[in-house]
């Protein structure tokens, strides 16, 4: 086998994968701690470099410290938010349905008052008519 005759055996292999992803799991956890400090605003900025700093300091130790000390405001932050986005994406979908779609009758209304300045044929008040009433 190529790895047995590498002299770099399995566990040498599965180590350095286990190295690896704890890695990627720490800077994960890293970049949703500093994510999270940044959105805050119930912290002053002279709290958030301390939190920075202990973090920088000492890695291991500040992220889990402020994952249990902050870890259920954590998510009631990102819940409130995830909310927030959401309300603001229904009112928008709300104004812009409400303004590009009027009712049928202001449509049928619409084209009536073109027929009869003369600006469309009667042909064409059909097309629009059933146009409406389709769909």
Known sequence: MLLADSGYPLMGVM???????AWMLFIWLLITVYT?????DDISGWGKAGWIVFTL???????LV???????????????QAEARQRGMDDYIR??????HSSGAEE????????DH??????????????????
Do not use: C, H
């Open 15 to 21: 180590w350095t994968m286990f190295v690896f992803f």
């Open 36 to 40: 999270d400090l940044f959105r805050r």
């Open 57 to 63: 300091v000492l890695p291991y130790v500040g992220v």
């Open 66 to 80: 402020y994952l249990i000390a902050e870890g259920r405001k954590m998510a009631e932050r990102n819940v409130a």
């Open 95 to 100: 104004t812009v349905s409400s303004s590009s």
């Open 108 to 115: 049928i209304a619409k084209a009536q008052d073109l027929l």
């Open 118 to 135: 003369g600006a469309i044929t009667a042909e064409e008040f059909e097309v629009m008519k059933r146009r409406v009433l389709v769909g």
